[in-house]
Structures are given as structure tokens and as C-alpha cells.
């Protein structure tokens, strides 16, 4: 059955493949779907569809991304402004932890691989708090230019659209960014997805490597460079 499955996954990637690999959300449940999530996962962590998007008159929108070493859990949360009606913001969770084959269906083969997802609405004034911690975090002020993101760090990253100016930032566990963060309780206040969130441990460089032989290696480690008001530079992927 496991062979059946990756074999399934497979042929579904190619599809995707072979239809371009940038993120730009459309339609909007797309990163739900693991085969997109697998090839456009980097465009998606840039917010390539948000800066798309980002012109004069557009919506607030925001997307933060929480990397707790990529094949152990990874956490997104879109918040999307709402006005005029029905006001405040949309806010959508979603958190994955490792794959388990246990729980798959024959009437859906990829759910091992499909987020636990929640829905809920932000207040005016809820959505007003989110914008003032974001930016109390340092969002905004400018990407930190050449940091290094690590799918086997703990990390976060910040993509949004706000009053027409698209910026992007992102904080590193193990280059003591953490304590800059404001906004991380207020999201997990609010996340239902009913997965419980992973805090950073130490990651020592020989976590970062490979190790045994080749057909037990994992196949998604990867690494990011920031570069402008997003990413720049993929120094290895899958």
C-alpha cells in the first residue's frame, strides 16, 4: 500500500509540476491540495501571490509561515482584511505534523499529506491588535537581507500586503530572532486546528546533514537565502 501511495503522490506531482511551480493562489484553497504544496511550497513562503496582488486600494492581507524543522511540523496562517463588510479579517489556521500513513482513505489518497485547517473571524479590533504586533515585531522595517533559512531550523516568516506596500521578513530560533516576536500568541490564541504546537529546541549543525545511507535519506531538506523584499536564493530543494 505504501508503494501504491507514494506512486499516486508521484503521478499527481508531475501534474503540477508540469503546470509551473509559483504559488498564486488561485483557486484560493490551493496550498490545501499536498501536490501543490509540494512544488510551489518555496513561492508560497515568498507570498509571490500576495505581492501580486499589492496595489494601491488592495486589501490588507498577511501570511506567516512557522517552519518547526519542515518534516517534523509546519504551521501557516493567512488573516485577509474584510472590509467594508463584513469588517475586521478573515483568519485561517492550518498545521501539519509528520506523515502518517495510518491515515489514509481509499476515497482520498493524499490525506496523510493535507493540513488540519480552521476558520475564524477577527474583530476590528482584534484585527488592529494583529497589525500593531506584527509591526512591533519589526515587519516592515526591511527584510533582513542574506539571512539563511534552514528547513530543519525553527523559523518564521511574514509576507503582507498592507496599505498598498508589500514587505516581507523573517526571524531564525537559532540566530536569536525569536525574542522579537510579538504576534505569536496571538495566533496560536486562535488556532483550532487542534495540533499542538511545536517550540524550538536546539538544533546542532549535524542536524542540518544527512546522515546513513542514501535511499534513507529524507527528501526535503532544503535552503532558503532572504534577499529583497522576499526570497532570493534556494541553495537546495527536495
Same mark, same amino acid.
Given at each position: 500500500?505504501?508503494?501504491?501511495?507514494?506512486?499516486?503522490?508521484? @503521478?499527481?506531482?508531475?501534474?503540477?509540476?508540469?503546470? $509551473?511551480?509559483?504559488?498564486?493562489?488561485?483557486?484560493?484553497?490551493?496550498?490545501?491540495?499536498?501536490?501543490?504544496?509540494?512544488?510551489?511550497?518555496?513561492?508560497?513562503? &515568498?507570498?509571490?501571490?500576495?505581492? +501580486?496582488?499589492?496595489?494601491?486600494?488592495?486589501?490588507?492581507?498577511?501570511?506567516?509561515?512557522?517552519?518547526?524543522?519542515?518534516?517534523?511540523?509546519?504551521?501557516?496562517?493567512?488573516?485577509?482584511?474584510?472590509?467594508?463588510?463584513?469588517? $475586521?479579517?478573515?483568519? @485561517?489556521?492550518?498545521?501539519?505534523?509528520?506523515?502518517?500513513?495510518?491515515?489514509? +482513505?481509499?476515497? &482520498?489518497?493524499?490525506?496523510?499529506?493535507?493540513?488540519?485547517?480552521?476558520?475564524?473571524?477577527?474583530?476590528?479590533?482584534? #484585527?488592529?491588535? #494583529?497589525?500593531?504586533?506584527?509591526?512591533?515585531?519589526?515587519?516592515?522595517? $526591511?527584510?533582513?537581507?542574506?539571512?539563511?533559512? =534552514?528547513?530543519?531550523?525553527?523559523?518564521?516568516?511574514?509576507?503582507?500586503? *498592507?496599505?498598498?506596500?508589500?514587505?516581507? &521578513?523573517?526571524? @531564525?530560533?537559532?540566530? $536569536?530572532?525569536?525574542?522579537?516576536?510579538?504576534?505569536?500568541?496571538?495566533?496560536?490564541?486562535?488556532?483550532?486546528?487542534?495540533?499542538? #504546537?511545536?517550540?524550538?529546541?536546539?538544533?546542532?549543525?549535524?542536524?542540518? @546533514?544527512? =546522515?546513513?545511507?542514501? *535511499? &534513507? *535519506?529524507?527528501?526535503?531538506? #532544503?535552503?532558503?537565502?532572504?534577499?529583497?523584499?522576499?526570497?532570493?536564493?534556494?541553495?537546495?530543494?527536495?
Amino acid at each position: 500500500m505504501g508503494d501504491m501511495l507514494r506512486a499516486a503522490l508521484k @503521478v499527481t506531482l508531475m501534474v503540477y509540476v508540469l503546470s $509551473g511551480c509559483a504559488y498564486h493562489g488561485q483557486p484560493r484553497t490551493d496550498i490545501d491540495n499536498p501536490a501543490v504544496r509540494k512544488v510551489a511550497w518555496f513561492s508560497y513562503l &515568498d507570498g509571490n501571490d500576495i505581492r +501580486e496582488r499589492c496595489t494601491e486600494g488592495a486589501a490588507d492581507r498577511y501570511r506567516l509561515v512557522y517552519n518547526s524543522q519542515y518534516e517534523k511540523q509546519i504551521r501557516s496562517y493567512e488573516i485577509t482584511q474584510a472590509s467594508p463588510t463584513p469588517g $475586521g479579517a478573515y483568519f @485561517v489556521a492550518r498545521a501539519m505534523g509528520p506523515t502518517n500513513l495510518a491515515q489514509v +482513505e481509499l476515497s &482520498d489518497l493524499l490525506a496523510p499529506w493535507r493540513w488540519q485547517r480552521s476558520e475564524t473571524q477577527l474583530s476590528d479590533a482584534e #484585527f488592529d491588535q #494583529f497589525r500593531d504586533l506584527l509591526l512591533q515585531s519589526g515587519w516592515g522595517q $526591511g527584510a533582513p537581507q542574506g539571512k539563511i533559512l =534552514h528547513s530543519r531550523d525553527f523559523y518564521w516568516v511574514a509576507s503582507g500586503c *498592507r496599505n498598498g506596500q508589500f514587505h516581507f &521578513d523573517a526571524w @531564525v530560533h537559532a540566530q $536569536g530572532d525569536f525574542p522579537q516576536i510579538k504576534f505569536q500568541e496571538f495566533l496560536l490564541a486562535r488556532d483550532r486546528t487542534g495540533l499542538a #504546537f511545536r517550540n524550538p529546541v536546539p538544533v546542532l549543525p549535524r542536524d542540518r @546533514v544527512e =546522515h546513513g545511507r542514501a *535511499r &534513507d *535519506r529524507s527528501a526535503t531538506i #532544503f535552503v532558503l537565502t532572504v534577499s529583497g523584499e522576499g526570497i532570493g536564493g534556494l541553495l537546495n530543494a527536495f
